[in-house]
């Protein structure tokens, strides 16, 4: 994991390589999800179309998640993103 905090919205805007959006954490462009502090409210994530890989564990723990999306543009999904999802009910997938 990235980091791992109790805060759901962290300041990263001084920071030249990270961003947080509603306690997901993304690279500065946008293209990589690196983690879901455990604070944030996933019951549902639509994954944004920037993204193109989400690392490994990003969102390990998530038990309250029950569905999520993934774009058209996902190249990459890292092992254990979902590690622990166990309230996933639907999972959309790009065509």
């Known amino acids: 994991m990235l980091y791992s905090s109790e805060n759901k919205d962290i300041d990263f805007?001084?920071?030249?390589?990270?961003?947080?959006?509603?306690?997901?954490?993304?690279s500065?462009?946008?293209?990589?999800i690196?983690?879901?502090?455990k604070?944030?409210?996933l019951s549902s994530f639509v994954c944004p179309e920037s993204v193109t890989?989400?690392?490994?564990?990003a969102f390990w723990g998530h038990s309250e998640m029950k569905?999520?999306?993934?774009?058209?543009?996902i190249?990459?999904?890292?092992r254990a993103t979902f590690f622990g999802c166990t309230g996933i009910t639907e999972l959309t997938l790009p065509s």
Request: hydrophobic share 30%; aromatic share 10%; proline share 0%.
């Open 13 to 26: 805007s001084k920071n030249e390589n990270f961003i947080c959006e509603n306690g997901v954490i993304y």
């Open 28 to 32: 500065k462009d946008k293209t990589v």
């Open 34 to 37: 690196y983690e879901a502090l």
């Open 39 to 41: 604070t944030a409210d």
């Open 53 to 57: 890989s989400i690392r490994g564990g």
């Open 67 to 73: 569905s999520f999306k993934i774009n058209d543009g």
């Open 75 to 78: 190249k990459k999904i890292e």
